[in-house]
């Protein structure tokens, strides 16, 4: 995160508290003047989908956290929701829905109950029918090379702060190669 003044407030503490989740997921609040910064990694659901149970709950007072600060202030969450919400957002929709975590009906419930509790998924409200543009690819088959992909990343904002983004993009062209992580980088540039 790059910003023009330092935040008032910082927590490194999971404030939501789960048993055994707080290895799994990371939660990082950065409060300034104007609004509230959240860097996010939502748990996974895990193979054979073990913590989907878990992962409700974590999402339940997420959203419950994240309305909370909003009342307050505006709302910016970035990072690694761990959620395929519709199905132009991975490339087998069909063989993974309910098999695979990130794109269960529960996972993706929940983040439509965040955009309806009054938040953006900003890159989706910008291309609202753009296919095969992923943030997430395994290395397993060489699914980077054939866009094989996920989008499970995101900048997330209330609605209130919609117009004052300039830009939100996905950089595909950074590679785990570079970088060592099956993820690619966003960027949004906001004019709070």
């Known amino acids: 995160m ?26 990082i609040e950065a409060e300034f003047s104007k609004f509230f910064f959240i860097s996010i990694y939502v748990p996974n659901s895990g193979a054979q989908l073990v913590n989907l149970s878990a992962r409700g709950r974590w999402d339940l007072m997420l ?37 695979t ?10 983040f439509t109950r965040l955009l309806e509790a009054g938040f953006v998924d900003v890159w989706r409200s910008r291309n609202p029918d753009v296919t095969e543009a992923y943030t997430y690819w395994s290395y ?13 990343d995101y900048f ?25 992580s099956d993820h690619c980088p966003l960027s949004m540039t906001i004019d709070i």
């Open 140 to 152: 397993i088959g060489n699914r980077r090379a054939k866009n094989i992909g996920w989008r499970l």
């Open 2 to 27: 790059l910003a023009k003044e330092m935040p008032i407030k910082v927590e490194l503490l999971l404030v939501l508290e789960i048993k055994n989740l707080t290895k799994f997921g990371r939660y």
């Open 101 to 110: 975590a990130g794109f269960t009906d529960q996972e993706r419930e929940a």
């Open 156 to 180: 997330v904002v209330s609605e209130r702060l919609l117009e004052k983004v300039i830009e939100c993009e996905i950089h595909s062209e950074i590679t785990g190669s570079q970088h060592g």
């Open 63 to 99: 959203l419950k956290r994240l309305t909370s600060l909003d009342k307050r202030k505006p709302v910016i969450i970035a990072g690694d929701m761990n959620v395929a919400h519709q199905e132009i957002d991975l490339k087998n929709p069909d063989t993974n829905r309910n098999k």
